[in-house]
Structures are given as C-alpha cells and as structure tokens.
C-alpha cells in the first residue's frame, strides 16, 4: 500500500478536507488477500505534560503498522521553541493540535495551527515549530514509512544527562548526527 492509499483507505485525507469523503481501496467482500495491518487499540490516557520543557509519548509504533505509520502525542511549553529548521530526506509529517496552538515555519511561511487544525509536511522541505503563545500545546504528530518514533525515543528518553548525556557535550552531538543520518535528517546551511 502507497502512502496515498493508506491516506485515502484511513481517511486522514477526507478529515484534513481533501477528499469529500474515504474512498475504499477494496470492499471487505471482495477482499481475499490477508489484512496489512492488524487493528490496534490505544486505551485513553490522562494529557501529556510538558514538565516545563517539551515532552513526547508514542502512540502508535511503526511496528504495529508494518512500517506504514506511527504517531507521538507532544507537550510543549508554552513561549517555547522546537528543534533547528530542518527537513527529512524520506518522511512526511503529519501534525494534528489537541490544544493550544502551534506556530509552524515551513520553507520562508509561517503559519499557525489552532487547536483542531492540521498540517501536513511533505518530505524534503524545511520546517521547524514552536509554541509562540502563553498556554501549553499538545498535539499529535503523524509518521509514514519511517519508524521515526524511535528518533525521538532516543532523544528525549535515552540520551539524558541521568544518561551520562549533557547538552552541548561532543558525545550527545555525535550521538545525534548518527541519528539524522539514519534517519534521513537535514539541515540547511
């Protein structure tokens, strides 16, 4: 399955106003393959907090979706800015604003998304977010075709200073730049 089918068959396109309504690849009578993916169940869970910095838990892991898709719910403070511009070689994000509202740069735009809003960021276009206002953001960024749930697991759940990883230090610079370069990673110059 493409990522314009899984788009379409998931109706992520339709609710972002693309398409009027989901269109359905194949009937569940006429289909005879196997299912791609299984279904799965995230139980609700109390908001995310983002303990004065940002935070972020997954969801959905790439894993459970054979690769199609994951997602991470994110907490940012408010007055708070995200990571350095930058762009991905193979992963388009899709970001959906639980609250707040996030102010986005795509390319030389900037744009904000309230609460309740969408925004789609194709792949090879530089970007970069941040919460401009004075209350908390939350929102749910969307993966496909990359497990790019384990990036961020990485950076925000293993190289730590309870880790032995300081900010600033050679060994987490190094540790980062494997990271954007296995997973396709940019930065302008």
Known sequence: MNRFEFLTNTGLLAAMGILPEPVLAQSA????????LKPVLVPAQKPLDHNGGMAIRTHIR??????????????????????PPHYHKE??????????????????????????????????????FWNASEQSLRFIDM?????????LERI???LTVENGYQDGTDKKFQEINK????FGVGFEP
Not at 29 to 36: G, N, S
Not at 65 to 79: F, I, Q
Not at 143 to 151: H, L, T
């Open 29 to 36: 009578e006429t289909k005879t393959d196997p299912p791609l």
């Open 91 to 128: 992963l388009d994000e899709l970001m959906y604003v639980i609250e707040g509202e996030a102010t986005v740069l795509v390319g030389k735009d900037i744009v904000t998304i309230k609460a309740g809003g969408w925004h789609l960021r194709p792949r090879m276009i530089n970007h970069t």
């Open 62 to 83: 790439s894993s459970m979706t054979n690769g199609l898709y994951s997602n991470v719910e994110c907490a940012v403070a408010p007055k708070l800015m995200g990571p």
């Open 179 to 182: 990271l954007n370069e296995k």
């Open 156 to 158: 925000f759940h293993q």
């Open 143 to 151: 993966y496909f075709n990359q497990p790019f749930e384990e990036y």
